[in-house]
Nanobody, 124 residues
Framework: QVQLVESGGGLVQAGGSLRLSCAAS????????LGWFRQTPGKEREFVAR????????FYADSVKGRFTISRDNAKNTMYLQMNSLKPEDTAVYYC?????????????????WGQGTQVTVSS
């Protein structure tokens, strides 16, 4: 079992920055693909970014490309999402996820582990 806990959310003005963290416990997640997703009330959860188990390959949603950076530190069992130039439309609950399958992370299907989410609110 892997337990994921997000932190770092909060309230920020448009144009500001936040850094989210996702800490894993229970077992090492060095072999897992990891991803960030977000959800607003009344909408489906959507993909934000993902990273390979080694950290060498990343992929972003078009809406955050160039503004967000995903990274991981396997020695610390922690993943990060650096969010810059935030916009009001980035307001959402952000979730981290871990899965041994890239396909599951890519399609957001049958993901093995989810965190509980952290709220990010961007004011205009």
């Amino acid at each position: 079992q892997v337990q994921l806990v997000e932190s770092g959310g909060g309230l920020v003005q448009a144009g500001g920055s936040l850094r989210l963290s996702c800490a894993a416990s229970g077992r090492t997640f060095s072999g897992y693909f990891l991803g960030w997703f977000r959800q607003t009330p009344g909408k489906e959860r959507e993909f934000v970014a993902r990273i390979s188990w080694s950290g060498g390959t990343t992929f972003y949603a078009d809406s955050v490309k160039g503004r967000f950076t995903i990274s991981r530190d396997n020695a610390k069992n922690t993943m990060y999402l650096q969010m810059n130039s935030l916009k009001p439309e980035d307001t959402a609950v952000y979730y981290c996820a871990a899965d041994l399958s890239l396909s599951d992370i890519a399609t957001m299907r049958a993901i093995d582990y989810w965190g509980q989410g952290t709220q990010v609110t961007v004011s205009s």
